[in-house]
């Protein structure tokens, strides 16, 4: 298999970006993208395009971008796997080099969601869950699915309100170090604790905001990488993938998510690392209950010890593995295709060290995991980055 | 680069389908693919589902179709290019086990349109022109793009109604002929002649229907065809990709598709193959002007003179070169995210020599080749199989 290396990332700020259309707000990731990259638009071979698009009126998303951005005649698709959808593009544009078929690829990831009402949004992404069941007659929605799992791990391990708002605490602390982020402020313990209640014992600030955003990466290959001379590239060492039934009722058990665990193990194996050699991670806290249970199924800690890393103060820098150092889904957003690539964007920052001050990880391995959920564990993908 | 054979294929009937929902109809695909390749659902590592999916409310389309089917924990991804989706999912199947992450995928085509009220499929259709320009200011939609083709080829190059009502005939003959096809039943040049005027010169029969229907092929890798012992591997030899702007005021001329010729030359020049070498070809006839445009654009003659190919025969059983002997799209149907995947599974069948009576291609390179176009040449994927 051929090495695949990404050597340029770039992104919009995300937040809501009413100022930018669609591929106003593309064109934002994909330059600095390409600069970094040191590669001109006609120099890429194949542009994979991870967005859901419920939001908006264009139907065939990837081919407004590429026009915009000076990519006609390149291949295209767009990739859907719901909310990582980023990470299915990431995956497609990898094995495209891997494979030999190509040298250089643009991957994006995008979402423009505050197009339409929040509510009108909130009943799209209930319906991520199965539709004809769960949706239709018991009116699910998101923050009512996560809540459910917040319960179950609060009645089984102990988990606790305080420990889900330490999560939101923690990640707004760095996404108001974080120049792209949706929230560029820090909140204290009692702001989370006493915001709205959204889905018992999920508040306000136990949820990601709903946001706008585009996120871009040049992947090269080995022998790119070296005709460019390109200083650091930051490599794919491992890939992950798992799925799970859209039927929350017939899910084993609450407390985690199998896609997770599953997709995890894959991504080790290939990298040959486990969780012991990472020195930096982004999980996919879409709630905060969902970046503990994070913690627990990509091996972060024992099952069940999730809220004891973040009341430890271990995810945070200067802990045993620092997580979201870029505010993760809860303060930088959650364009929901552009969250996998934006993943991406961040621990290439993060392996490159030139985080923005006081959020870079501190260095020993130069290993970094991205950890991407679509749906309730619909969908998931891992990726291993190493420079 | 590994090498990767199709080594199950299966179809649902394609037409109006409402008596079987999403899943049943991916079942009616699913089923037949596996049990052609002596596999189980859990064998198979990755799902490239492609699909549009405008029509009907799942959001996550890959993930009920994957519970259904048995495949839940497997990686997954949905792959939008319009009416090439189905290309871009097996592009993405084929790297997955080219590149060696993979040795086992399925990948599934589907597309139930007949859900809703056939003005609304035209306007979503529609809409995939430039929106904000061609579709909301002038209204166009798919047949006056394609009506537009159409004069433009017969003011340059002669091209007249007869020649396109022959495509109609031929394709209809060969779908009578296909017990999968929507329309079973051949038509005389008459009734296409003097069938109701859609956009001119377009009439009804120069059309393709609005379908429902899925297909599935079973990917593997050399040592997957191997272990399995696989009587009649067929290779998938070479592939092309590209995409054109969606803005038509913007191409340079209507008498073909510029993402055509670019993904056909890419295609042959992996294979290591040339249009002369072909036993057997698909292509997309969406509309009749297309298959003309596709002759001349993949290179089974020069410009301009693929009225003559028609008005020759050469491009029926017995000619240079037999094209669509499923009925096409034209006869066969267009499930437009189905499409793609159903021409693998013709094109498998043809080079294994097993299409039904009267419909199969002499072989004597026993190498076949499928276009297919996404939008009226926003997308073209070209894909190439070898016996």
């Known amino acids: 298999m051929r090495k695949v290396a990404v050597i340029g990332v770039g992104m919009s700020r995300f937040g809501v970006r009413t100022d930018a259309n669609l591929v106003e707000l593309s064109f934002e990731a994909v330059k600095p993208a390409l600069e970094d990259a040191g590669v001109e638009p006609k120099d890429i071979e194949y542009v ?87 949706f239709e007659n018991f009116g699910m929605t998101f923050p009512a699915y996560y809540a459910m799992h917040a319960t179950a791990h609060m009645a089984k391990y102990g988990t606790t309100e305080e420990d889900l708002a330490m999560v939101a605490v923690k990640n707004h602390k760095y996404g108001a170090l974080n120049p792209y982020a949706h929230f560029q402020k820090a909140i204290t313990l009692d702001e989370a604790l006493s915001s709205p209640m959204i889905a018992w014992p999920l508040k306000l600030y136990d949820c990601c905001p709903i946001s706008d955003g585009a996120a871009a990466v040049v992947l090269a290959s080995e022998d790119k990488v070296k005709e460019l001379g390109v200083d650091t590239p930051v490599w794919i060492a491992g890939v992950g993938y798992s799925s799970d039934t859209a039927n929350l009722s017939k899910r084993v058990d609450y407390v985690g998510l199998r896609s997770s665990v599953i997709a995890a193990r894959q991504a080790y194996k290939m990298a040959g690392v486990g969780p012991e050699d990472l020195d930096v ?67 290439v920052k993060q392996l490159r060290e030139s985080a923005e001050k006081g959020r870079q990880a501190p260095m020993k391995n130069y290993i970094a995991l991205a950890h991407n959920v679509g749906g309730t564990g619909h969908y998931c993908y891992v990726t291993i980055f190493r420079r």
């Open 281 to 347: 991670a982004t999980v996919h806290d879409c709630f905060t209950i969902a970046e503990i249970m994070a913690y627990e199924d990509i091996g972060l800690c024992k099952k069940g010890e999730g809220a004891t890393l973040i009341r430890e103060g271990q995810t945070e820098i200067g802990g045993k593995i620092p997580v979201n150092l870029d505010g993760g889904l809860k303060a930088k957003g959650h364009p929901i295709g552009a969250t996998g690539v934006a993943m991406a964007v961040e621990l």
């Open 48 to 134: 994979p395009v991870g967005t859901v698009g419920f939001w908006y009126e264009e139907p065939l998303p990837a081919v407004v971008i590429a026009e915009y951005n000076g990519l006609t005649t390149k291949g295209l698709v767009r990739c859907e796997a719901a909310c990582a959808s980023g990470s299915s593009a990431l995956l497609t544009g990898y094995t495209m080099i891997a494979s030999g078929l190509a040298d250089l690829c643009l991957v994006i990831g995008i979402e423009k969601m505050r197009e339409i009402d929040t509510r009108m949004v909130m009943e799209l992404i209930g319906r991520a869950g199965y539709y004809m069941w769960e």
